[in-house]
């Protein structure tokens, strides 16, 4: 049994510091051990016992009636979408959110419309929401309402309780539900200081992915009515989801949900100290993270993101160009403060080097 129930498999020595997303975490020890005895069913027949508890657990967690394990949150995402909204009806989502920019194409199985709506730091405009809405009366209808938080690409960006509450109120009288993308769920409660529930209370469905910060190979979760996880628990055989002795992988997310989910905070000073460090370079314009992402606008030194990961990448560390003149940097458990402070060096040093210089 590992006594440090969350510390780290060791990256073997002289590899690369890995910004690139939290998704490269490596199960844990006590992972390993949850796997080796984990009790196992068939969860295509009857049901897998280690399954079935992780989704006992999860509901609870989050206050709801049932939950149903996804092979991936992106599935467990269209599942949900799919249990509540008919084709032609429509989904509403952030422009920039994961479900409008990454999983759209669920559409050609779903029939239903996504549409996006504009917003900022990852929170999708009332006005404009409450136009969308007020078409139900007249025009198609919108059906779910997408929320996600932490939002990804706005850089982990946190919605307030009260952002949630008033989205919550307007969908639910437009006779519309509230789907949570919350692929980074824990790492906004952590930041906001609250149990997880306090942030699902605000939505019928939620989704959390375990193979983010919280270490687990593989799987998510979604979460709500007893009734509207049924529908969901069809749509995963139906969509190809249903896996056999499935508990090998939920005994590593039963780990995560339970033990992972109380360091994120490190994660979280891990990435405003790579802040604070990169804010030290003028050319670069750098995020405020919330929780564990990091943006770095690399416009004003005259070099694209591509070449600037490029040239990091030659120096060992490993980002991810996200748009144009934007770098993802996502702090995880592989990563401490001195691998932090080494990337910020780096960085540095290429600021320095100029445009075209460098190599
Ligand atoms: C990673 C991510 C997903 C998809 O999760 P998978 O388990 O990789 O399918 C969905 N939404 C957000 C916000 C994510 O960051």
């Known amino acids: 049994m590992a006594t440090d129930p969350t510390a780290a498999c060791a990256p073997a020595a002289g590899e690369a510091i890995d910004l690139r997303s939290d998704t490269v975490t490596a199960p844990t020890p006590d992972m390993y051990e949850a796997i080796a005895r984990a009790r196992l069913g068939d969860d295509g027949l009857d049901g897998d016992p280690t399954a079935r508890e992780l989704e006992d657990v999860t509901a609870g967690l989050l206050g709801k009636q049932a939950g149903v394990y996804f092979p991936s949150a992106t599935m467990a995402n269209l ?6 909204a008919g084709r032609q009806e429509i989904v509403l989502a952030q422009e920039d959110s994961h479900i409008y920019c990454a999983e759209r194409g669920g559409a050609g199985l779903s029939g239903v ?5 504009p917003g900022n730091d990852g929170a999708m405009d009332t006005g404009r929401l409450h136009e969308a809405l007020a078409a139900n009366r007249s025009k198609l209808r919108t059906a779910v309402v997408c929320l996600e938080n932490s939002h990804n690409s706005a850089g982990g960006t946190v919605l307030p309780l009260a952002y949630m509450e008033q989205v919550a109120g307007m969908a639910h009288q ?52 007893s009734a509207t996880m049924a529908k969901a628990r069809a749509l995963r055989r139906a969509l190809g989801g249903n896996q056999r002795q499935v508990g090998i992988a939920a005994a590593a997310g039963l780990v995560a949900i339970r033990v992972m989910t109380a360091r994120l905070g490190e994660d979280h000073a891990s990435a405003a100290r790579l802040s604070a460090g990169l804010r030290q370079i003028p050319a670069l314009r750098v995020s405020m993270p919330q929780t564990n992402i990091v943006l770095v606008d690399t416009a004003g030194t005259g070099q694209a993101a591509q070449a600037w990961a490029a040239l990091l990448r030659q120096r060992g560390v490993l980002v991810r160009p996200w748009g144009q003149s934007s770098l993802r940097c996502v702090t995880h458990r592989h990563i401490g403060l001195a691998d932090v402070d080494k990337a910020a060096a780096i960085f540095a040093r290429i600021a320095m080097t100029g445009p075209g210089q460098g190599g």
């Open 79 to 84: 599942a949900a979408i799919m249990a509540q």
């Open 113 to 117: 419309f996504y549409a996006p709506l």
């Open 174 to 225: 437009a006779g519309a539900v509230v789907h949570l993308d919350g692929a980074r769920l824990f790492n906004a409660a952590t930041y906001l200081q609250v149990p997880a529930k306090a942030i699902a209370d605000h939505c019928d469905t939620v989704a959390v992915c375990l193979s983010k910060g919280l270490s687990a190979p593989m799987g998510a979760v979604l979460v709500g009515e």
